[in-house]
Nanobody
Framework: QVQLVESGGGLVQAGGSLRLSCAAS????????MAWYRQAPGKQRELVAV???????NYADSVKARFTISRDNAKKTVYLQMNSLLPEDTAVYYC????????????????WGQGTRVTVSS
């Protein structure tokens, strides 16, 4: 069973920084794209940043130049460095990964973490 476990959320003042981590575990053959999404109260979940297996990245316009996504393939972990945080960045942040599993009839599956809450005070 594949699991994604996030950490690093919390309360921070506007202008501050946080670093989120998401570690994958289980019967994993390969991890393709990894991404961070967020969902603010009363809003739909939105893509924040995505990183391909080769390191290519893409960001939502609202976080460009402030957030950086990276990954450590050996650790099966994706990170989100968030700088210059704004109150509107307040949300639950979810990790997502496109994973090729071992021992599965349908080997390629999409997984989500449980979410980590980020609160930015003004």
């Amino acid at each position: 069973q594949v699991q994604l476990v996030e950490s690093g959320g919390g309360l921070v003042q506007a202008g501050g920084s946080l670093r989120l981590s998401c570690a994958a575990s289980g019967s994993i053959s390969r991890i393709n794209a990894m991404a961070w999404y967020r969902q603010a109260p009363g809003k739909q979940r939105e893509l924040v940043a995505v990183i391909g297996s080769g390191g290519r990245t893409n960001y939502a316009d609202s976080v460009k130049a402030r957030f950086t996504i990276s990954r450590d393939n050996a650790k099966k972990t994706v990170y989100l460095q968030m700088n210059s945080l704004l109150p509107e960045d307040t949300a639950v942040y979810y990790c997502n990964a496109d994973i090729l599993e071992i021992f599965k009839v349908v080997p390629r599956n999409d997984y989500w973490g449980q979410g980590t809450r980020v609160t930015v005070s003004s």
